[in-house]
């Protein structure tokens, strides 16, 4: 009965490969977004969608691309992988209107060799 | 810009002691808060928010926040602190622009609550 659920929550690859995370949420909101949480344990939003926008962070590299087959999913993609994308990946999502909390999932611990 | 801050990197209390976790923010128009708290290895959890009303907030884990206008504050309060309190704790602020509203994170405090 988990509300938001990332795969894999471990992640390690090599420099240059490309990978997914792929997130979903059963809680039947309209909105979601990708966060990053740094080695700081700063957290920045990445990316924010519902079904009709998708907005984009501008400091996030175009390796980087979410993709949504349906309201309930919105994965991360992630081309060439380099060294300084290992971090932690949020997803979460919410019910569009400011007064709603979001829901985050576990995380995706991403480390890059 | 929309921003909060969280001037404490790390507040250490006693367990059975109050405890408070200082944030600031600063928006144009009416703010909607939001505290959040993150385990080890965990993800975020929801703790309360701030959206209009009274300033007194109550929320999950015996967590309260207060709203303060005039100081442009929303510190997180707990009367009596417990050793499983200790974690990392987040403030936020709904971003107003654009309709997707996502939040804009503090660096996070470190609450350390000893027995």
């Known amino acids: 009965d988990t509300a938001v659920s990332q795969t894999p929550k471990y992640l390690v690859t090599q420099m240059g490969n490309d990978k997914s995370i792929k997130c979903e949420q059963n809680l039947g909101h309209d909105t979601m977004y990708w966060y990053k949480q740094d080695s700081k344990k700063f957290l920045k939003i990445m990316f924010s969608?519902?079904?009709?926008?998708?907005?984009i962070n501008e400091t996030v590299p175009n390796r980087f691309s979410p993709k949504s087959p349906d309201k309930a999913h919105l994965n991360l993609h992630i081309n060439s992988l380099e060294l300084g994308d290992s971090a932690v990946y949020f997803c979460a999502s919410t019910s569009t209107g400011r007064r709603t909390e979001a829901f985050f999932g576990q995380g995706t611990r991403l480390t890059v060799v | 810009a929309q921003s909060v801050a969280q001037p404490e990197d790390q507040v250490n209390v006693a367990e059975g002691n109050p405890l408070t976790v200082k944030c600031t923010y600063s928006?144009?128009?009416?703010?909607?808060l939001f505290w959040y708290v993150q385990y080890p290895n965990r993800g975020l959890q929801f703790l309360l928010k701030y959206i209009t009303g009274d300033n007194l907030v109550k929320g999950s884990y015996g967590f309260e926040a207060e709203f303060n206008k005039s100081q442009t504050s929303f510190h997180l309060k707990k009367p009596s602190a417990l050793v499983s309190d200790s974690a990392l704790y987040f403030c936020?602020?709904?971003?107003?622009?654009?309709?997707?509203?996502?939040?804009?994170f503090g660096k996070g405090t470190k609450l350390s609550v000893k027995p």
């Open positions: 969608y519902n079904n009709k926008e998708l907005i």
């Open positions: 928006v144009s128009g009416n703010p909607y």
């Open positions: 936020a602020v709904r971003d107003r622009r654009g309709s997707q509203g996502n939040l804009i």
